[in-house]
């Protein structure tokens, strides 16, 4: 424990040193005149010391209480990582939600993002035919929110290779699936307090399979929650100066996420979001924190005070 003020201690020990011994000569003063008196002083209760104590507790708690004190205690607190993959590639300029799916997703992640406790770090993947980090996971949000404001749409679609740059992220180093479907899967250890939020309209052009991608995050505890950004029926856009169709792929991303225990949340629904909080794996840590105590103390001395008062009252009928 440590004092802001600590010469106030001295103070408080003076004036409760010298309260104490005035009491105490009060107390002979009053003893020795009841024997003058003829009065005897045997049958008096020791109880009758019990409120002054408590009086002069609380007077010395409300003298430290001006000292500052504070102390460091392990404060606990919610915390895990979410890792953001969006979408950037050409199929997220249709305009079947306005004013494009790129900008839809980007608005529900700055929403995702609004919503979550500072001790929650979040991490931003961009991905189109590959996938990079635009921002490592940090409790700095608005960086993550500006990272996601700042992403431009370019190139096909990899929902394999989002997840697996996401991973990457999480563990600290390049995650790749095996060259052959025989070779045993790389171990990344466990992760279960890690989340992707994988924003995408679900169209798949190329790269390592999603699915396989999917259980290997599975496999280290990390759940995938997809948020589809399109409509089903879908709509045309211009690639190259050609036309091309594009459509949300619902059954893709059901599919990612039912992989990993997660869900799958249309865009659409002014709720997806905030089942997507509710699912997140977050777990409990401490971090030491200097905490002042100095309410505290003055509770404890106003509690001492009500409880002599009321002692007081009860025993004596007054309080003197």
């Known amino acids: 424990m440590s004092f802001r003020y600590p010469i106030l201690l001295v103070a408080a020990a003076v004036v409760c040193v010298g309260l104490l011994l005035a009491y105490r000569w009060l107390h002979r003063q009053r003893t020795a005149a009841l024997t003058s008196a003829g009065l005897s002083t045997v049958g008096l209760s020791m109880r009758r010391h019990v409120p002054p104590m408590l009086f002069l507790l609380a007077l010395t708690l409300l003298l430290l209480a001006l000292a500052r004190p504070s102390a460091t205690v392990a404060v606990p607190r919610v915390s895990g990582t979410v890792i953001l993959a969006v979408d950037v590639s050409n199929s997220m300029t249709a305009t079947d939600v306005k004013p494009s799916r790129l900008s839809a997703a980007q608005t529900a992640a700055d929403r995702f993002i609004a919503a979550q406790p500072s001790t929650v770090d979040i991490g931003v993947v961009a991905f189109d035919q590959g996938a990079l980090t635009a921002h490592q996971p940090t409790n700095d949000h608005t960086q993550a ?176």
Do not use: C
């Not at 679609?157 to 995650?175: D, E, N, R």
């Not at 990390?222 to 190259?240: E, L």
């Not at 893709?252 to 659409?268: E, M, V």
């Not at 777990?283 to 008062?309: D, M, N, Q, W, Y």
């Open 145 to 320: 929110t500006a990272a996601i404001n700042g992403l431009h749409p370019a190139g096909g679609t990899s929902l394999g290779q989002a997840i697996l740059a996401a991973l990457s992220t999480i563990v600290g180093h390049p995650v790749a699936l095996p060259k052959s479907v025989d070779a045993t899967p790389p171990s990344l250890g466990y992760w279960g307090s890690a989340t992707i939020v994988l924003f995408s309209d679900g169209e798949d052009t190329g790269g390592p399979d999603a699915v396989t991608a999917a259980q290997l995050a599975a496999d280290a505890g990390v759940h995938i929650d997809t948020i589809g950004i399109g409509t089903a029926a879908g709509t045309t856009i211009q690639v190259n100066g050609f036309q091309v169709s594009t459509a949300l792929n619902q059954d893709l991303l059901t599919q990612i996420a039912q992989t990993t225990t997660g869900s799958y949340h249309p865009a659409g629904d002014a709720h997806a979001l905030d089942g997507v909080y509710h699912a997140l794996d977050l777990r409990f840590t401490t971090k030491p924190e200097l905490v002042e105590l100095t309410g505290s103390v003055i509770l404890v001395a106003l509690l001492f005070l009500t409880i002599g008062g009321l002692l007081m009252i009860t025993w004596f009928g007054r309080i003197v």
